[in-house]
DNA sequence: AGAAGTCCGTTGTAATTACAACATCTGGAG
DNA sequence: CTCCAGATGTTGTAATTACAACGGACTTCT
């Protein structure tokens, strides 16, 4: 775990806390890491999600599976990242979201449930966890108005100009980098992939954008 | 704003607060309460979001209108809930949401932004305050969740059943009432309403399930 | 080099949806 | 009661999508 430290004092939730600090809030939050290969389920639907995980290493991805063997893409993690904040904060909580590992991954588990539970102050971190808890939440939040701009969208085509642009927009840059291959996009639209591989051609046949692999390029606005 | 102090103390934000507490954190916290007619915006889309809401009275639709004019519904509101928390909670965040009335009605706006500036618990509301947002955002963030693995089917059927059996689920009976009319609904479920209304029927006909108005029955699990 | 696996683009067809238009029903206002 | 507005169900058509299947490009491993 030591060798993480800096990866954990980067993530949202040790925001603002100096090394020897978050080595004590690590033991506060009786932290412990765990290692798992490619395509494994850090967490999995139906389970009690009593705790905050953090990402160390390797990438994972937040995802739906539905009944009919859809799977939608909620949100790609990177190192440092946090999820299963919001189950954590709500007591009794059941998972409906899988986080399934893309590579060999290492994250770090954490029993924030505790520092939720006490009214009192007794360790000085909770105030601060609980602030920075609130801040990262709040953050998803806007992240899932932004997946809900995208997927309300009605047409295949409308939903990749809706993500694309919104990407172009946060890169500040017309030139950019999506960080989807083509199947985790259209998993991430809720879309098939061929479909959307289809739509993503006509746009670039149209003189609308350029791609090439996950490097893109919005030429014109194409009415968004 | 007095006559609506109980609608105030059962919102999640002033959960376990006693009325005088209530009244003071209401002086803390900056509280002004609005009228607004019928159909009006309480919050624009590109406006920034410095407050959070509480309907105090009447109802309202937080939705996101898109360029070419259709609507998503993204929650529908009743007196005692919050809005635009995540997005008053996030420093120089701009909405990218609406709220608009769907009746007359009142909302109180109230200054968050003071409270989770400043570091020092000057205050001592300043933690209660905090660790209920903390708890508000988290359930809207399971609500997102939830709202995702709807919109995340690919066929309007399936959208209607993931919606309706998790309705079902949560008043834990087979029998049970919706807040939205079928239009709403379809903006809910980012879908057609004629095509929702006619799958609704098909699904009627085959006997999965049987409503009239806002009222539905599940009859059959319909593989879901 | 060859084999295996992955990613991506392309195509055709069947199924589904969006959209517009209209019929029916309901409740409220005048 | 009649008229009107809104909500809901129904239908037909054009457009879009899902799905399956295939081939090429590229990477990795042996």
Not at 139 to 162: D, P, V
Not at 196 to 203: A, Q, V, W, Y
Request: proline fraction near 2%.
């Amino acid at each position: 775990m030591k060798k993480y430290l800096e990866i954990i004092r980067q993530s949202k939730l040790f925001a603002g806390v100096d090394a020897p600090e978050a080595e004590a809030m690590l033991r506060c939050l009786g932290a412990r890491s765990v290692s798992y290969g490619k395509g494994a389920y850090i967490l999995q639907a139906g389970e009690h999600a009593d705790a905050v995980g953090i990402l160390l290493a390797g990438s994972a991805c937040i995802v739906h599976e539905s009944f009919w063997g859809n799977r939608n893409i909620v949100a790609k993690l990177c190192p440092g990242q946090l999820f299963a904040e919001a189950f954590a904060c709500t007591p009794g909580a059941i998972l409906n979201m899988s986080v399934v590992t893309e590579t060999p991954s290492v994250a770090l588990l954490l029993d924030v449930r505790r520092v939720l539970a006490t009214c009192s102050s007794a360790c000085t971190f909770h105030t601060r966890v609980i602030r920075n808890l609130l801040a990262d939440i709040a953050g998803k939040n806007l992240y899932f108005y932004e997946k809900l701009t995208h997927m309300g969208q009605r047409t295949t085509r409308q939903k990749l100009l809706s993500y694309l642009s919104a990407q172009a927009l946060r890169q500040g840059s017309a030139v950019f980098d999506i960080p989807y291959n083509r199947q985790e996009l259209a998993d991430y639209l809720a879309v098939d992939r061929s479909a959307m591989s289809n739509e993503l051609c006509k746009l670039r046949d149209e003189g609308i954008l350029a791609f090439r692999n996950n490097h893109f390029e919005l030429l014109r606005h194409a009415l968004f």
